[in-house]
């Protein structure tokens, strides 16, 4: 009986390592941005785009760093309160979205397709969309 306890007790054991290490490989992923693959940059309005597959609203970090960018959907849930890198993109399918963005010159927005025209540099902009 002895060495029984000893085995399963020496499991116990790799299977608490083994936890670990997947947990630790898991978070180094995903702390480092590089290690993702980059998101695809599609146009938003292809040819054959239905206005399903347009997003309602999609923001895209232009700079290397853009300040606070938050989107709700209008009395509902939170979808993004966050600061974005470069290239980042976060979007909505949504009927309503609340847009909140701490530097409207650092982001490209896109309105159901339509790119949105850029405040200056430093501004805050709160706006709504709606899907057409």
Do not use: W
């Amino acid at each position: 009986m002895g060495i029984a306890r000893l085995a399963l007790a020496g499991l116990a054991v790799l299977a608490v390592v083994a936890l670990i290490v997947v947990g630790a490989l898991s978070l180094v992923g995903a702390l480092n941005p590089d290690a993702g693959p980059a998101a695809p940059s599609t146009p938003a309005a292809a040819p054959s785009a239905t206005p399903e597959q347009i997003p309602t609203v999609r923001v895209q970090c232009l700079q290397e760093h853009c300040p606070k960018v938050f989107l709700k959907v209008a009395g509902g849930d939170v979808l993004l309160d966050r600061e974005m890198a470069r290239d980042e993109q976060a979007q909505s399918f949504d009927a309503k979205v609340d847009v909140v963005l701490a530097d409207s010159a650092a982001v490209r927005v896109e309105v159901n397709g339509e790119v949105r025209p850029p405040g200056k540099a430093g501004e805050r902009q709160e706006f709504t969309v709606s899907r057409d």
